[in-house]
DNA sequence: TTGTAGGCGTTATCAA
DNA sequence: TTGATAACGCCTACAA
C-alpha cells in the first residue's frame, strides 16, 4: 500500500495539516520540523495522491484532446505541439479518438467532463451542432485547434483558408493559367466548402476574370468523387485546377492521365494540406502547408492563459501557410 | 456548480446511499424508487465525480502511454491501436512524450503513478536500468509496446528481431549475394545492435558462409555515421548492405553514390522500419515493415488482461513482420 | 429495500 | 507556528 500524508505525519510526529503545508509551502513552517517532515516522507516513499488533491481543489491539470484520427497526417504534428506545451505548464493530456463520428465524440466528451479535466482541446474538419452545444454545456475552457465554429463562439487557432485558397489561386494566374477549375469541398462545409471556394472567387475577381460556376464542382475530399469532378472539369477545358485537398488533387490527376492528358505539361494542379501523399504521388503535387506543430502549440498557449483567467489579447489566432510548389505545377521536384 | 449525489438523492427524497446504487446496479432497488431516482438525475443534470469515485474504488480506468516522439512515423499507429481498444474497455489514455530523454521519463512516471493511472504502457528503442527500476517500483501494471527489455521482466509485445534481420539477410542471399555487409545499430543495444547482428549471423551460417566481423560496422540508427560505415564496407568491395534501421540504409546509398557506385545496379540495400523515407527515397529502399497499429493494439490488450487479472497464456508476445521490397534491390517500384 | 455513517487522501479554516 | 476538523463527492458495510 502506497504512503499516505497520514503515515507521514506519524513519522515526523506532526499534524496531517503541517506535512500538506511543506507539501504545498503554503505556509510559513520552522525550518526543524520542516527538515522532519522532509525526511518523513523519503523514509515513507511517499507519493501524494493526486487524485484527492483534485478532488479537493477542483482542478486536475489535465485536459481533453479531441483528435479524429491520430495516425493520420497533420494530428501528430499538431497534438506534438499541444503536448510540449502542455508539459511545459503541467499538463497531462488524455487522448480521445474520436474518427469524426458524433456518438464517439459526443461519449468522449461527456467522459472527460466526468474526469474533470480543467479544459478540451477540439480538432476535426468540422463541428456539429450537437458536439458544440455539449462543448458548451460542460462549462469548461474550450479551444479549436485547426478548425473554427460557424458563430466563433470558442477561441481558436487556425491558419485563413480562404487566403490560403487565394494564394493557391493566384499562384496559377501568376503562371498564366485563364481558366482555373476548383474541386472544393462540400459546399455546406463552411470551411473546405465555403471559404476556400471564396479566395478562389476572390482570386479571380481580383484577375478580372469573371467567375463561372461550372467551373467550381463539389467534392468530398476523397478521391472517388474528386475523379469524377476532374472529368466534368475537362469537358469544361480547364487548362489549371485547384483542389481542397491532396487526395483530390491527386485523384484529379489520375483522371488527367486517364483523359490523355499529363500533369503538368497541359494542366496544372494544386493540392490542400501537404499531406505525405502530395509529395509521395508522381508527380510531387504542389499544395498549401498548415503549419500543424504550431497549431497545436499555440492552441495549448491559449488554453493555459484560459485556464489562468489571463486577459487575452486574441480568441481567434490565425497562423500563416504556405504555398509549397512541386512538380504539378511545373517547378519540378525539391531537392532534399 | 455541478450537481452531486447529494442534489440527486435530495431531489428524489432517497438517501445517497440509493442513488449510488442505481447508479451501479450495485444492488436490488424497487423499480419506482429507481425511476424516482433516474427522473431525479435527469432533472438535475447529474454527472458522476469520476475522481470521487475513483478515489473511493481505487482504480481510475486510465493508463499513461510513455512514447519517445508521437509525431515521428511508427507511434502514431501504435497509438491508435491503442486507443481502439483502450476505448473498447472504457479505458481513458494519457499520452507522455517524451524524447527518450531519461529526466522526462522519469518524471512522467513519477507523475502518472501520483495521477493513480491504472497501468503503463511504455514504448522506446531502449529502456535504462533507472527507468526500468521505477516503472517496477510504482507497483501497476506494464507492459513494453514495441520494444522488451533485457531480462524479459515486463510483459511485452514485439516483433522477432532477430527473425526480421535474418530474413533480409536472406533475402539478400536468394538473390545471389555472398558478400553482405551490415551497418547495426549500438552494439550495446540488445534489439537494434545484438538481436538484428545475430539475426545476420545466422543467415549466414546457415548459408555457409563464414561471419566476418569487418562486414559488420557499428551504427547509431542516424545518417551520418552509417555513412561512414558505408565507406569502410565498400573497402571490402561488399555487393549488398543490410542496415538496421532506414535513415542509415538511406545514407549507404549515398555513400555509395557519391563512391561512384549505384543501387541497385551494384549494390543491393535494405533497411529497417518501412518509414516514410523508405518510400520516399530514390531509389525506394526494400525494408523490414513493423506491424505498428497490431503491436498497440495487442498491447492494450494485454493490458486489460492484466488489469482484469486474468490468466495470460502469453507474457511475451511476438507479432509477425514483413519484408517489402522495392527499387534498392531490383525489384522496381510498387504500383500503389 | 432503504438509510446512516465512516472513509478514500487531500486542502483549508479556525483555534490554540 | 501548529493541530483539529470539516469538506471535496463517492462507495459500502452495517443497521434498520
Chains 1, 2 share one sequence.
Do not use: W
Not at 218 to 237: P, S, V, W
Amino acid at each position: 500500500m502506497n504512503a499516505t500524508i497520514k503515515d507521514v505525519a506519524r513519522e515526523a510526529k506532526v499534524s496531517i495539516a503541517t506535512v500538506s503545508r511543506v507539501l504545498n509551502n503554503s505556509a510559513v513552517v520552522t525550518d526543524e520540523t520542516k527538515q522532519r517532515v522532509l525526511d518523513a516522507i523519503k523514509k515513507t516513499g511517499y507519493k501524494p495522491n493526486a487524485l484527492a488533491r483534485s478532488l479537493k481543489i477542483q482542478k486536475t491539470h489535465t485536459i481533453g484532446l479531441i483528435v479524429p484520427d491520430i495516425s493520420s497526417p497533420f494530428y501528430p504534428e499538431v497534438v506534438r505541439g499541444i503536448e510540449d506545451i502542455a508539459s511545459m505548464y503541467s499538463y497531462n493530456i488524455f487522448l480521445c479518438n474520436t474518427d469524426q463520428k458524433e456518438d464517439k465524440e459526443m461519449n468522449y466528451i461527456e467522459i472527460l467532463s466526468e474526469k474533470q479535466v480543467d479544459g478540451i482541446i477540439y480538432m476535426g474538419d468540422i463541428i456539429r451542432e450537437s458536439v458544440k452545444q455539449q462543448l458548451h454545456d460542460i462549462g469548461i475552457p474550450i479551444v479549436l485547434a485547426g478548425t473554427e465554429d460557424a458563430e466563433s463562439e470558442f477561441p481558436n487557432v487556425n491558419i485563413d483558408n480562404k487566403k490560403a485558397s487565394y494564394d493557391a489561386v493566384k499562384y496559377l494566374l501568376s503562371l498564366g493559367h485563364k481558366k482555373i477549375g476548383m474541386i472544393s469541398g462540400p459546399f455546406d462545409d463552411p470551411i473546405g466548402g465555403v471559404q476556400r471556394t471564396n479566395g478562389y472567387k476572390e482570386a479571380l475577381s481580383e484577375a478580372k476574370i469573371r467567375f463561372k460556376p461550372s467551373l467550381v464542382v463539389e467534392g468530398n475530399f476523397k478521391a472517388r468523387q474528386a475523379y469524377l469532378a476532374m472529368l466534368k472539369l475537362l469537358e469544361n477545358n480547364v487548362d489549371a485546377v485547384f483542389a481542397a485537398s491532396d487526395e483530390m488533387a491527386a485523384a484529379a490527376i489520375n483522371a488527367i492521365f486517364d483523359s490523355g492528358f499529363s500533369v503538368p505539361e497541359d494542366i496544372h494542379v494544386i493540392g490542400f494540406d501537404n499531406t505525405y501523399l502530395s509529395y509521395m504521388f508522381r508527380p510531387t503535387i504542389t499544395t498549401i502547408q498548415r503549419p500543424a506543430y504550431d497549431i497545436g502549440a499555440v492552441s495549448m498557449r491559449l488554453m493555459t492563459k484560459l485556464l489562468a483567467k489571463e486577459p487575452i489579447d486574441d480568441m481567434h489566432v490565425i497562423l500563416p501557410h504556405q504555398l509549397i510548389v512541386r512538380e504539378s505545377t511545373g517547378y519540378g521536384e525539391e531537392k532534399k
